[in-house]
C-alpha cells in the first residue's frame, strides 16, 4: 500500500522554524519526485518545492526561495523540508505529494496522484 505521511507541523513564532518530514512507505523512492504543497483558508493550493530523488536536483517557489529548502534521506525513504524565517503567510496545510503514474516523472510533474494527509501549520505571535 502506497503512503507519504507528513510529520512537524505546528505552532511558531514569526521568524522561527520547522522541518517537516514526508515518509514514503510501499515503493521506494529512488526515480520519482516528491514535492511540497501548501494551501491556506480561502486560497488555492500551490506548489512551494519538489525534489528529484535520484540526483536531489530541486526548486523551491519564489514565495519561500531563500527561507525553504528540501532535501531528502534516501535510506529513510523521506523527504524534508526545512522552514526558515516563517512568517504569517506561511501558515497552512502543507502536503507532499508523489506521480507515480508517469514514467520518468521529473519536478515538475505533470501530475501527482499520490498525496498525504497534509500537516498544519500555523505562524503566530
Known amino acids: 500500500q502506497v503512503q507519504l505521511v507528513e510529520s512537524g507541523g505546528g505552532l511558531v513564532q514569526p521568524g522561527g522554524s520547522l522541518r517537516l518530514s514526508c515518509a514514503v512507505s510501499?515503493?521506494?523512492?529512488?526515480?520519482?519526485?516528491i514535492a511540497w504543497f501548501r494551501q491556506a483558508p480561502g486560497k488555492e493550493r500551490e506548489e512551494v518545492s519538489c525534489i528529484n530523488i535520484s540526483d536531489g536536483s530541486n526548486y523551491v517557489a519564489d514565495v519561500v526561495k531563500g527561507r525553504f529548502t528540501i532535501s531528502r534521506d534516501n535510506a529513510k525513504n523521506t523527504v524534508y523540508l526545512q522552514m526558515n524565517s516563517l512568517k504569517h503567510e506561511d501558515t497552512a496545510v502543507y502536503y507532499c505529494?508523489?506521480?507515480?503514474?508517469?514514467?520518468?516523472?521529473?519536478?515538475?510533474?505533470?501530475?501527482?496522484?499520490?498525496w498525504g494527509q497534509g500537516t498544519q501549520v500555523t505562524v503566530s505571535s
Open positions: 505529494a508523489t506521480d507515480l503514474t508517469t514514467y520518468g516523472s521529473r519536478c515538475p510533474a505533470p501530475e501527482y496522484d499520490y
Open positions: 510501499g515503493f521506494t523512492l529512488d526515480y520519482l519526485p
